[in-house]
């Protein structure tokens, strides 16, 4: 019954690789969101996706591409791994792009080596 | 420049201590305001929010925090820590006329609970 999922969990890869992670909520939220936390714990949105529109984007290279193929899932791809994109990246959803509270998923630890 | 401030990147409790963790946002109109937990290796875990109405709102786990406009803060408050309580902390803002859903973060603060 998990409300927001990814997958995978722990991604460890080489520079220059191509990796994507997925994300499902079931929960009927219109709206997903990705978020990068580094290693400080800091964390910013990269994108944000409403019905399937990207509405959302902010400052994140263009090697990062959501896509979102229905309403409960919205996948990351990147394309050539850099070690900076070393993080733990977090899929979040919620109803509506108004005041609603964001669900998180439980994050995946992307290791660029 | 909207922004939000966590006052102390870590704070230590004893048990059944007052816990007090500060937020601060820039905005010259009231925003909508959160907080949510992180335990390691896990996600974010909302733990109370205000949107409109009244301004003390109490959450899971016997969190509350107090918006106070004048004092543009939302701080959180716990009577007494449990040693569960141990985690990061995180106060986050969406600000008015911001982009849709865009929730800014706090740096976070790191809550240690001594026995």
């Known amino acids: 019954d998990t409300a927001v999922s990814q997958t995978p969990k722990y991604l460890v890869t080489q520079m220059g690789n191509d990796k994507s992670i997925k994300c499902e909520q079931n929960?009927?939220?219109?709206?997903m969101y990705w978020y990068k936390q580094d290693s400080k714990k800091f964390l910013k949105i990269m994108f944000s996706y409403n019905n399937k529109e990207l509405i959302i984007n902010e400052t994140v290279p263009n090697r990062f591409s959501p896509k979102s193929p229905d309403k409960a899932h919205l996948n990351l791809h990147i394309n050539s791994l850099e070690l900076g994109d070393s993080a733990v990246y977090f899929c979040a959803s919620s109803h509506g792009t108004g005041g609603y509270e964001q669900y998180f998923g439980p994050g995946t630890r992307l290791t660029v080596t | 420049a909207q922004s939000v401030t966590q006052l102390g990147s870590h704070v230590s409790v004893s048990e059944g201590a007052l816990v007090l963790l500060r937020c601060n946002y820039s905005s010259s109109v009231p925003p909508y305001l959160f907080w949510y937990v992180q335990y390691p290796n896990q996600g974010l875990q909302l733990l109370l929010k205000?949107?409109?109405?009244?301004?003390l709102v109490k959450g899971i786990n016997g969190f509350e925090a107090e918006f106070k406009k004048s004092e543009t803060s939302f701080h959180l408050t716990k009577p007494s820590a449990h040693m569960s309580d141990a985690a990061e902390y995180f106060c986050?803002?969406?600000?008015?006329?911001?982009?849709?859903?865009?929730?800014?973060f706090g740096k976070g603060t790191k809550l240690s609970v001594k026995p």
């Open positions: 986050a803002v969406r600000f008015y006329g911001g982009s849709q859903g865009n929730l800014i």
């Open positions: 205000y949107t409109t109405g009244a301004t």
């Open positions: 929960l009927g939220h219109d709206t």
